[in-house]
C-alpha cells in the first residue's frame, strides 16, 4: 500500500464520517425545531432554523456522493477533495451562522451565512469540474 493509497482512504473515511455525523445532525436540529423550538421562537426564526437543516442535510449527501467517488478512483482529482472540504466548511458557516441567528437573534449573522454559502456554491463547482476529469 502506498502513501497515496493510505492518505485516499483516509480521505475517504473522514468524508464518510463526517457525512454521516451531519447528516444525523441534521435530522436531530429539524426534530429539534419542530418539537422544542415550534413554540419558542418567532415563524421567521422557526423557517431561518429549518433551512440551515435543510441545507447541512443536502451537503452532508454531496459530501457523502464525494467520498464514494474518492474510494472509487485510484487517484482523485484535487478538486475533488477540495470539493468535501468545501461542502464541510459551507456547513459550519452557512447553516451554524442560520442556527445561532435564529435561537440569539444576532442579526450580523445573517451577513455571514453569504460566505458559507458562497463555500456551498465553490463545492458544487469544484465537484463538477472533478467529474468532468474523473477516470473511473
Not at 90 to 119: E, R
Request: glycine share 10%; no cysteine; charged share 10%.
Amino acid at each position: 500500500m502506498t502513501i497515496l493509497n493510505l492518505k485516499l482512504g483516509l480521505m475517504t473515511q473522514i468524508f464518510l464520517s463526517v457525512a454521516a455525523i451531519l447528516g444525523g445532525l441534521s435530522v436531530a436540529a429539524g426534530a429539534f425545531a419542530t418539537h422544542a423550538l415550534r413554540e419558542k421562537i418567532s415563524e421567521r426564526s422557526l423557517e431561518v432554523f429549518e433551512t440551515g437543516a435543510r441545507y447541512q442535510m443536502y451537503h452532508a449527501l454531496a459530501l457523502f456522493l464525494v467520498a464514494l467517488l474518492i474510494s472509487r478512483t485510484e487517484f482523485p482529482q484535487p478538486t475533488l477533495v477540495a470539493s468535501g472540504w468545501l461542502f464541510i466548511i459551507g456547513i459550519a458557516i452557512f447553516s451554524g451562522s442560520l442556527y445561532v441567528l435564529s435561537l440569539t437573534g444576532i442579526k450580523f449573522l445573517g451577513a455571514i451565512a453569504p460566505l458559507g454559502g458562497t463555500a456551498l456554491i465553490a463545492g458544487w463547482g469544484a465537484l463538477a469540474f472533478a467529474a468532468w476529469n474523473l477516470k473511473l
